[in-house]
């Protein structure tokens, strides 16, 4: 048995109100073979029966880490009353706290992954699966829940995720990991951390763009940055909720926000206030972006994931992305093309392609960094 069969979609059935609670609504919904499960269904009454619930309990294990039982399900059927049993945070403003930590259990040194620019972290639920054994941590956009918060740097920013970092785990060595606008601050971090004589682990940026090979205003640029910058954040939105960003460029936050919310896209979790900050984020990260340049060489390797359109690529980075971060790596720049689109690397096929590589290469730098296990330095606040 593949799937239980459709009954007729819940149409009261609530959405999901935390990042945990959106991953195990996705999951309930693969092992029934369900479009969607809304976060207050319940796995037997949508079909779930002995084998299937075998299936999810495995899925969760390695998603989340968590230990969970066939007894535990069947006390627990529905993904907000599993997320309240195994403690993961609930509601959104938990979600949208500067450190979210997406798996605290694990034996291996945490995992550290910079939101891009939109400022949310929760796309990283899908490298869980990828990573047993080890925990997960976002870092999300201080202006989310703090609106008069305007770092004036990418130095700045990466600082100020320094201080939560190394206070939720005190020893390294650090893995971080950013994708987009955030692999400019990853790689500040990492540098920060090499000058302060910390072990610094894996590096790996996801198709993240180079800085420039000087510093500007992009607010001072010839064009017109807002439509630019909302084309773009459309385009990012477009890739987790099924709308035409074509129809959207013109209509204001308001009535994207509530078209995402009739598609209970994941968006829809957050409040219309957070979703403007997301946007304004958006725009601020960008000229963060443009006035970074790394003042020195990172010591050591970096893993450059280089996202590749199929229908306009032949297989090489055309923009030599890769080899432009080299230039402030003293050690080797190691390239991983991956098929698909720069908004959809943290799902799908395209995290698929990347996510063994990745679970390699932090083993790899655990042993670089003979690194026991058990770890002793464990996250605290456990």
Request: glycine share 8%.
């Amino acid at each position: 048995m593949t799937g239980a069969s459709a009954p007729p979609e819940h149409a009261g059935s609530a959405a999901a109100g935390s990042p945990q609670e959106y991953l195990l609504c996705r999951l309930f919904a693969e092992v029934l073979d369900r479009e969607s499960v809304g976060v207050s269904d319940d796995f037997f009454e949508l079909g779930g029966n002995s084998l299937l619930a075998t299936q999810l309990v495995l899925k969760v294990r390695a998603a989340l880490g968590a230990e969970l039982s066939i007894r535990a399900l069947l006390d627990a059927p529905s993904p907000a009353a599993l997320s309240l049993m195994l403690e993961l945070p609930s509601g959104v403003s938990s979600a949208l706290d500067v450190l979210l930590p997406l798996r605290r259990p694990g034996s291996r040194p945490a995992l550290f992954c910079v939101h891009p620019a939109t400022g949310l972290s929760w796309s990283y639920a899908g490298l869980l699966r990828h990573l047993p054994d080890r925990p997960v941590v976002g870092l999300q956009a201080r202006v989310l829940t703090d609106p008069a918060y305007r770092p004036k740097s990418v130095e700045e920013l990466a600082a100020d995720y320094l201080s939560s970092v190394t206070e939720l785990q005190p020893t390294g060595p650090y893995h971080l990991l950013g994708w987009s606008f955030g692999g400019r601050v990853a790689f500040e971090m990492a540098a920060s951390l090499q000058r302060a004589g910390q072990q610094v682990g894996a590096v790996v940026l996801l198709d993240s763009s180079p800085p420039p090979k000087a510093p500007y205003e992009a607010s001072t640029d010839d064009f017109d940055q807002d439509r630019v910058l909302r084309e773009l954040f459309l385009s990012i939105l477009a890739e987790t909720t099924p709308i035409e960003a074509s129809r959207w460029e013109d209509k204001g936050l308001a009535e994207i926000k509530a078209e995402l919310d009739r598609l209970n896209s994941p968006y829809a979790l957050l409040k219309d206030e957070h979703f403007e900050r997301m946007f304004q984020a958006n725009k601020w990260n960008y000229v963060l972006s443009r006035r970074y340049v790394p003042k020195e060489k990172l010591a050591g390797r970096v893993v450059y994931v280089s996202a590749l359109d199929p229908e306009q690529s032949d297989g090489t980075d055309p923009e030599g992305k890769a080899e432009q971060w080299a230039v402030h790596v003293d050690g080797d720049t190691v390239v991983w093309p991956v098929t698909g689109t720069h908004n959809g690397l943290t799902s799908g096929d395209s995290l698929a392609q990347f996510g063994r590589l990745l679970a390699e290469e932090l083993e790899r730098a655990d042993t670089d960094h003979a690194v026991d296990h058990p770890y002793q330095a464990e996250l605290t606040g456990q």
